[in-house]
């Protein structure tokens, strides 16, 4: 028995040795990231940052100074439902992944089987053998031991499998880390708007106030013999109008809020409360001014997530291609098989080994078709990634003009505020010592109204032009965490683990 164990294990070997030299033939394409190029970005100089400090693009929201703000987009970061349902598709391909890789190594089952028969005297062995005798009726037979099969990747379509596999898990990665980004974006983007509407509401209710002091003015001026009817019914007007800018403001705050509850993963209402009581809107902080596009390359998960997709897409014609060349498999067993006596002994010991070769010889059609789609999947991949290049490129270039030009239009809007605050005074005084009519008053009303409702709303689209700006650039997650994927190399981790 020690020699025909001696025999095995140096099959064993053998053929391990052979398959170690030849794994390292893997047929197809090797990946080579694209040559991508952009020129320098040329709306990132328009934005003025008055020497102020930049905040940290990891985690960029602190650089609003505002406590609620960041309290805010963490609980979203801990909380957002999108974001856990984007870990978990995170799992699946990394539990893919490993399946892949484990598909190089050889697999190896423990099994076990007991039966008992009697056997009839009417049957095929019975008929013949049933006057031997030796014959038993009644057999029992026991088995017990590991059988091993491994196939082995002579001409690496397996691993090319596992380097798509974890390719794919790695874009997923990537994915999962973008929806980061939107959820942080969003959330401050719904707080930004929160307060932008409670702003417009509290000058309404100012505007509201001042117009009905204006009307009893008119009223008192009416009762006095001073004034007319009609510009009692001017001013009455101009009241109801004011007032009727209330609803669509509540309306548009209340859907903000819900907005927010359900981006932290709550109830719409949860936290309506909590942000009652009416704070400034959060000045601009400064935006980085030195962007480069590789910094956008580097930063971008959807570049990283389609890099990472066109890898994958390449790793699969090499698969395909490798269904040209044949497939050597390896099995064997060893173990105990006894019909009668002790089963744990040397005489019921067994051991079994054989080798398979599958090879499509006649098939060679449809493997032409499965390397050509492969091979189209893998210009599709390409020209994706390109336009994902392209798209942030636009976002970046967009997201800075926005953020420039709205920063220019609030400063020009608080001047014409102040001015027609100056004219409004002027106009109501004016009309109490006679010299112009209520018209006057009313149409110069109406204009600081329309003005300083339009100041406080682009205060809070300059607020949310800034969050477009970091979210364009890919800010919200470290660089230095376990993704880190570059664009500019090959991450092979799982072949790096066989």
């Not at 095995?8 to 033939?25: P, R, Y």
């Not at 100074?65 to 799992?91: E, G």
Request: charge should be negative.
């Amino acid at each position: 028995m020690k020699q025909v164990n001696a025999k095995v294990l140096k099959t064993a070997f053998s053929s391990l040795a052979i398959a170690i030299m030849l794994a390292g033939c893997a047929v197809g394409p090797d990946y080579a990231a694209p040559n991508t190029e952009l020129a320098p970005l040329h709306n990132v100089e328009k934005v003025e940052n008055d020497k102020k400090p930049v905040p940290s693009i990891d985690r960029w929201w602190t650089g609003f100074s505002d406590p609620v703000l960041v309290t805010i987009v963490q609980r979203a970061l801990d909380q957002n439902l999108d974001l856990a349902a984007a870990m978990a598709r995170v799992s699946q391909a990394r539990a893919a992944a490993s399946g892949a890789g484990a598909e190089l190594l050889p697999t190896v089952d423990l099994g076990a089987s007991a039966t008992a028969q009697r056997q009839s005297l009417r049957g095929p062995t019975g008929t013949i053998a049933g006057d031997s005798p030796g014959f038993k009726r009644n057999v029992h037979d026991t088995t017990i031991g590991p059988a091993a099969s491994w196939e082995i990747d002579l001409f690496g379509g397996l691993r090319r499998g596992a380097d798509a596999a974890q390719n794919d898990a790695q874009a997923i990665e990537a994915e999962q880390v973008g929806t980061r980004v939107i959820v942080a974006a969003d959330a401050a983007d719904a707080y930004f708007q929160v307060r932008g509407y409670q702003a417009r509401l509290a000058i309404a209710q100012q505007q509201i106030e001042t117009d009905e002091h204006l009307l009893k003015l008119v009223q008192n001026r009416y009762e006095a013999g001073a004034s007319q009817g009609l510009e009692v019914a001017q001013a009455d007007a101009l009241l109801k109008s004011a007032r009727a800018t209330v609803p669509p403001l509540r309306i548009a705050l209340e859907r903000q809020l819900n907005r927010l509850d359900v981006l932290m993963g709550e109830q719409p209402g949860t936290y309506a409360k909590k942000l009652e009581r009416v704070t400034e809107i959060p000045s601009v902080p400064a935006v980085p001014g030195n962007v480069e596009p590789s910094d956008v390359l580097r930063r971008r998960p959807d570049i990283i997530a389609a890099e990472r997709r066109l890898a994958a897409s390449n790793e699969r014609i090499g698969a395909a291609i490798s269904d040209y060349y044949p497939k050597i498999s390896l099995s064997g067993a060893l173990g105990f098989d006894t019909m009668s006596g002790s089963l744990f002994s040397s005489k019921s010991f067994t051991t079994v080994g054989g080798a398979g070769l599958r090879w499509r010889l006649f098939d060679f059609g449809k493997v032409d078709a499965e390397v050509a789609q492969a091979r189209g999947a893998n210009a599709e991949a390409l020209a994706l990634y390109r336009q994902s290049v392209l798209k942030a490129a636009e976002d970046v270039e967009n997201s800075f003009m926005q953020l420039s030009q709205t920063v220019i239009h609030v400063v020009q809007i608080q001047e014409q505020v102040k001015a027609l605050e100056k004219s409004r005074d002027l106009s109501e005084q004016a009309y109490r010592a006679g010299s112009i009519t209520l018209t006057d008053v009313l149409d110069a009303d109406r204009q600081l109204l329309t003005a300083r409702d339009e100041l406080d709303a682009n205060r809070a689209d300059a607020a949310r032009s800034a969050v477009g700006v970091f979210r364009s650039l890919g800010g919200g997650w470290d660089t230095g965490a376990p993704l880190a994927i570059q664009n500019d190399q090959t991450v092979n981790t799982q072949q790096d683990r066989l």
